[in-house]
Every structure is written in C-alpha cells, then in structure tokens.
C-alpha cells in the first residue's frame, strides 16, 4: 500500500498559499513567485535572502541556490541535495508562511507526448 497519494490535495497556509507535492520525490528544484508589492517581488537580489531564511526551516538546512527569474515573475531556486517527500513539504511549508509569497511549487518538466505514428489511407 502506498503511503502517500500520488498528488497531495493543496493545503492552505497563508491566505491564498497552497502547498502541493506532485509524485513521491526525490525533489530538488522549486518556483518561488513573490507578491509583486514585495522587497524580493520587485528585485531578485533581495531573492538569496529569503530562501536563506526559508531553508532554515530544515535541519539540517540545505543550501538554496538562485537560479533565474522567469518571465511570469517566478524565481527558479534548486536544493544541494535532493529533499525526501517530508523534506520537500517542510520548505514549501516555510516558504507558504510567508506572507510575501505569492506561491511555491515544484519545478516539473512539463511537455506533451512523443509523436505518435500516424496511420496514412492505404496502410
């Protein structure tokens, strides 16, 4: 019997903050979106800090390293280790009781399925 569902239902933290784990993990590359009105929403060297203070929530506390900002105003953060599902949920946790964040979640491939071969008339 699995021990975890394969996709937790979101759980609310801070107003408007949901903390979802897709899959079982291992999981080291995350999103961070702050609130536009905020220190690290309008500048991401004020980013490093924050996810300072967030992995602290971890003991040990793993090292956060800054990635890129995305376009949508996302801030690309990975983990030196890989975080077991508990791990993962601790700093996300720490990052939703924040109240200048907006939302965080795992950074995922996304994409659509290989081509498939397609019957032409006559075969």
Do not use: C
């Not at 949901?18 to 590359?29: A, D, I």
């Amino acid at each position: 019997m699995n021990e975890h569902p394969a996709s937790d239902p979101p759980t609310a933290h801070a107003p408007g903050v949901e903390v979802e784990l897709p899959g079982e993990g291992p999981f080291q590359r995350f999103i961070v979106r702050y609130r536009a009105d905020s220190p690290a929403g309008r500048e991401s060297a004020n980013v490093p800090e924050k996810l300072r203070q967030a992995a602290a929530a971890l003991d040990p506390a793993p090292v956060l390293s800054w990635q890129r900002r995305l376009a949508v105003g996302g801030d690309v953060f990975t983990v030196d280790r890989p975080l077991d599902r508990e791990q993962a949920r601790q700093l996300m946790q720490a990052f939703a009781a924040d109240p200048q964040v907006q939302s965080i979640e795992v950074d995922r491939r996304l994409g659509i399925d290989p081509p498939r071969q397609m019957r032409t008339r006559g075969d």
